[in-house]
């Protein structure tokens, strides 16, 4: 929801989603950043990573992509998260600090993406779950 409303809010001053992110990402100079909430980031290059992404992702050819799918009656789109919270509570075989659910994911030179989820299993629903999230 919050980077729903980053675009919004780049929408409405005119300026580019992406510039609204950089402008807003903490500086490595800035740690520890201590945020509004409970959290202090001790590292983080986030800028870099942003920029990273948007390499591997190859946004500058984006929009002859978008293109090229629109002659075809297709839609394409390119999200954007900056979301650096931690998604799930730590796990109960876990210290309290340590979460032991991960999300690799790989994207290869041919843009393919492939994404593995595991996590301590805590209901009878997660190995469904987690195969319709890949799935998506």
């Known amino acids: 929801m919050i980077e729903r409303l980053v675009d919004l809010a780049a929408d409405q001053l005119g300026i580019d989603p992406v510039e609204l992110r950089r402008r807003n990402t903490i500086p490595p100079d800035a740690m520890?950043?201590?945020t509004?909430?409970?959290f202090t980031y001790d590292s983080g290059e986030f800028e870099k990573n942003m920029?990273?992404?948007l390499g591997m992702a190859d946004a500058k050819g984006f929009p002859a992509r978008r293109a090229e799918a629109r002659k075809h009656g297709k839609?394409?789109?390119l999200g954007i998260?900056?979301?650096i919270e931690r998604a799930a509570a730590?796990?109960?075989e876990a210290p309290r600090s340590v979460s032991t659910a991960r999300a690799p994911s790989?994207?290869?030179p041919e843009r393919a993406i492939t994404a593995r989820a595991t996590r301590p299993r805590s209901s009878r629903s997660s190995p469904r779950?987690?195969?319709s999230i890949r799935a998506k």
Do not use: E, H, Q, V
């Open 32 to 34: 520890p950043f201590k």
């Open 36 to 38: 509004g909430l409970t």
């Open 51 to 53: 920029d990273m992404a």
């Open 75 to 77: 839609l394409r789109g």
């Open 81 to 83: 998260s900056n979301t």
């Open 90 to 92: 730590p796990s109960y």
């Open 106 to 108: 790989r994207c290869s």
């Open 129 to 131: 779950t987690s195969a």
